[in-house]
């Protein structure tokens, strides 16, 4: 079954390479990034990321997007990182980092030396996102080199720690509406060189919710084609739209889904559960790594690959793993298979209630559209 899983283009084309890939071709390279992905010169770049957005999702369903279909023949496909979750997707793109140099390594992660979980989503106010994420940006080193780098997004999300992980450097605009956003991005792509980036994440919202088959998440698919259409419209011509995902999504059934608080023995030797329903962090107890390896691969047989983290890191699941990351990795890691999902009723009670999920290595979740408009 781990034939199945598509590994990160890390180094080529994964979502870390494409920020570096835009300076390029804005005549700013960044050094100390080997690009593979080849982008046409410009004087300004917008990148347009659709939360949740797959490249198979897209390709399925590319009747109801006609627009951003249309740019699928002459655009290319990359990858999410691992695990192809939004906060670690995010991160990789507005740093040019991969998760094991970045240490947002999930959904959820382990705060090393304690038993709390930091959601890289909602952040802990005791954790200094300057600390957590020291690097400097993409984005940041974009601007010192003199481009007008840019994020247009929501405005709750100004100042979030996952904002300053992965954003600090950019000019930030805060924007909640279509029109606002594409506003916004066209005054600032005005400027010359510049990078812009704006982001939507309705299209994830609609699918945790409803699924990827489902009706709703077509109808949000359709808007934002439309959304990509008028922005490129409301683009000079020599300013360059690349449309990119942070990941995709499959829908999961309640037969296909995995309890740890309702199997006995899941629970013997985990002493704080992580990351999320379709990539789990396992912290043990003691010396129980291998008793949990055991246990859990019996449990799930051919429904995920589960790892101990010294396997996960040579796969080169996370790129290279910086030391003070990797206390935030699972000492076992479960990767889901097909529409599998590991829940707990009791921890995560509800990341159960969602349909659409994400996080593991399957190509619907792992290729990203890259889209030059």
Known sequence: ???????????????????????????????GHPVGLELPPAPSYVVFLVDGMGAELLARHAHVAPYLSSLLEGGSTGTAGVPSTTATSLTSLGTGLVPGAHGLVGFTARIPGTDRLLNHLGWDNGIDPLEWQPHPTAFGRLADAGVHVTSVNKRDFDGSGLTVASQRGATYVGADRVGERIAATVSASARQPSLTYVYDSDLDWTGHKFGVASTQWLQQLAMVDAEAEQLREALPAATRLLVVADHGMVDSPRDARVDVDAVDGMRDGVWLLGGEARFRHLYCSG???????????????????????????????????????????????????GDTAIVSTRDFAYEDTLVGLHGSLTSTEMLIPILVG
Do not use: N
């Open 1 to 31: 079954m781990t034939g199945a899983f598509t590994p990160p283009a890390y180094g080529d084309r994964s979502l870390a390479d494409v920020v570096p890939s835009v300076a390029r071709a804005l005549g700013a390279p960044l050094d």
């Open 287 to 337: 010396r129980a790594v291998d008793d949990v390896l055991t246990t859990w691969r019996e449990v799930l047989g051919e429904r995920a690959t589960v790892l101990a983290r010294e396997d996960a890191v040579d796969r080169g699941w996370f790129g290279a793993v910086d030391a003070r990351v990797l206390p935030r990795l699972g000492d076992v890691m479960v990767a889901c298979h």
